[in-house]
């Protein structure tokens, strides 16, 4: 009888000090809505950022009629505007794959060292800001900062777009 109590005892004494060490983990953290909001990229916060855009001209958007990549791009980014991110939150192989596609399927009659090297640009942004969205440690400011230079960057592609065919249009001589 004395043994079974003991080991009763003993029992009782170890379920105690093995119930007490999960105490602390079975708290829920719960999150206000400040938390939330100060993670969380809104329209607002896309709407804030300042820079100059622009749309492409008559002959610019002749020459991406075709280019599909362009369009699903410009459409892409019209969402991200909107603080719509799950393009840019995509698996980085299949950004990598979108960009060597939008590149290749560049129409000749753009293909200018020019529009090539802002092609370049825009690939470097795309890439960083997905890697922004996958990072865990990324701020919402360095997040921000991404968009941004992706918009700038889109932009800077839209702009030299333009520029080639005012160049064709206006005939401006060039030293051979």
Partial sequence: ???????????IGFLVLTGCKDEGSHQIEVETQEEIDARTISQKDVE???????????????AVNDWQKYKDL?????FLKRADLSFFEKERELMRTFTSEFRS??????????????I???DTKLRKLN???????????EKLNGI??????????????NKKFEFEKN???RPE
């Fill in 74 to 78: 410009n459409t892409q980014i019209d």
């Fill in 1 to 11: 009888m004395m043994s079974g109590l003991k080991t009763f005892v003993i029992l």
């Fill in 120 to 122: 370049t640009a825009l």
């Fill in 105 to 118: 399927e560049m129409p000749v009659r753009l293909n200018t060292k020019e529009i090539s090297a802002r």
């Fill in 131 to 141: 890697s922004l969205m996958h990072l865990s440690t990324s701020t919402k400011q």
């Fill in 48 to 62: 804030a950022i300042k820079y100059i855009d622009y749309e492409l001209s008559a002959d610019s958007q002749k």
């Fill in 148 to 161: 941004e230079e992706l918009l700038i960057a889109f932009r800077n592609l839209k702009l030299q777009i």
């Fill in 171 to 173: 005939n401006v001589l």
